[in-house]
C-alpha cells in the first residue's frame, strides 16, 4: 500500500470501530475539504451509503457556495442530512474576543443538537498539524456532561487500542483523519476525484485554504487554480493553513478556551 492506501485504511477502522462499540453517533459535516473527505471515507467503510446522520451546525454565515455544496451533494450521496442552527451572538460568553465569540455559536448549536439527538458519538474532520491545540487531541476523545474537554486528561492511545466508553451521560469525539495532514487532504481528494467548492480554488490572486463564517474568514494570497497547484503551494509555503481566519489572530488563549468549552 501507499502512503494515501495506508491513512484510508487506518481512517476506515476508525470509523468502523465508531459504528461497532457507540450506540448513535453522527458525523460533523462543516461541508469544508475536511468532513467532504470524511463522508467520502466513511461512504467508503460501509459499501457506499453513511449508516449515520450528517449533522451541519449552521451559524447561518457559511458563503452560498458552501450551502450550494451541501444542498446538491447531500442528495447525490443519500445523506442523512440534519440541519441544526446556532443561537443568537447574544447567548454565548460575552468575555470572548468578537470572533473567537462569533464562533463560540456553534459550540451552544451543537449542545442544543447533542441534547436534541442523544448522540453519544460525534465524528469530527479535525486534523493535528492544524493547530496547536488541536495536536493534543487523542482519536476518541471524551467529553463532559456539558461537552467540555479536559486537555490535561486525554486516555493513552497505544497501539490503536481506542477507549470508546463515554463518560456517563457525555459523549465522545471520535478523529478519523486526525493523523492526516493538509497536503494528505488534497492529494486524496484528487485521487479520489472528490468534489471541492469552488473558493478553495484561486480567483484573482486569492484563494481560501479554511473555510468558516463569511464574516470571519478570509482568502489569502495565491496564484493556485487546481489542486496539482494547491500541492505544490503547500511544498513552499510558510503560511500556515488557518491564516484566513479571524479567530486564530486573536488572544492567544481564546481558541483553547473554545476547544475546552466543546468547540470543533
Not at 493523523?179 to 468534489?195: C, G, L, Q, S, V
Not at 479571524?246 to 481558541?255: G, I, Q, R
Request: glycine share 6%; hydrophobic share 40%.
Amino acid at each position: 500500500m501507499d502512503h494515501l492506501d495506508q491513512l484510508e485504511a487506518q481512517s476506515i477502522y476508525i470509523f468502523r470501530e465508531a459504528f461497532a462499540r457507540l450506540k448513535k453517533i453522527a458525523l460533523l459535516w462543516s461541508l469544508g475539504k475536511d468532513s467532504n473527505v470524511m463522508i467520502w471515507l466513511a461512504r467508503k467503510a460501509f459499501f457506499g451509503r453513511m449508516p449515520f446522520p450528517a449533522l451541519h451546525v449552521d451559524t447561518g454565515k457559511k458563503f452560498p457556495e458552501m450551502y450550494r455544496f451541501r444542498d446538491h451533494y447531500g442528495k447525490e450521496w443519500d445523506l442523512d442530512l440534519r440541519v441544526e442552527p446556532c443561537p443568537p451572538i447574544d447567548a454565548v460568553d460575552p468575555t470572548l474576543p468578537p470572533a473567537a465569540r462569533s464562533a463560540a455559536r456553534k459550540t451552544e448549536g451543537l449542545k442544543w443538537a447533542l441534547a436534541k439527538y442523544g448522540f453519544d458519538g460525534l465524528i469530527a474532520g479535525i486534523r493535528r498539524d492544524e493547530e496547536a491545540t488541536r495536536a493534543k487531541e487523542r482519536v476518541f476523545s471524551p467529553r463532559g456532561l456539558e461537552g467540555n474537554w479536559d486537555v490535561r486528561d486525554q486516555p493513552p492511545e497505544f497501539w490503536d487500542h481506542f477507549n470508546a466508553s463515554p463518560p456517563q451521560g457525555a459523549h465522545l469525539r471520535i478523529h478519523p483523519i486526525l493523523h492526516w495532514t493538509e497536503a494528505d487532504i488534497w492529494a486524496y481528494t484528487k485521487r479520489e476525484n472528490i468534489p471541492i467548492i469552488p473558493l478553495y480554488l484561486s480567483q484573482n490572486g486569492k484563494r481560501y485554504r479554511s473555510l468558516g463564517d463569511q464574516d470571519i474568514t478570509n482568502p489569502v494570497a495565491s496564484t493556485a487554480s487546481s489542486i496539482d497547484e494547491i500541492l505544490i503551494e503547500l511544498e513552499q509555503t510558510k503560511v500556515p493553513e488557518r491564516a484566513g481566519r479571524a479567530l486564530d489572530h486573536e488572544t492567544e488563549d481564546a481558541f483553547e478556551r473554545l476547544r475546552v468549552a466543546g468547540y470543533l
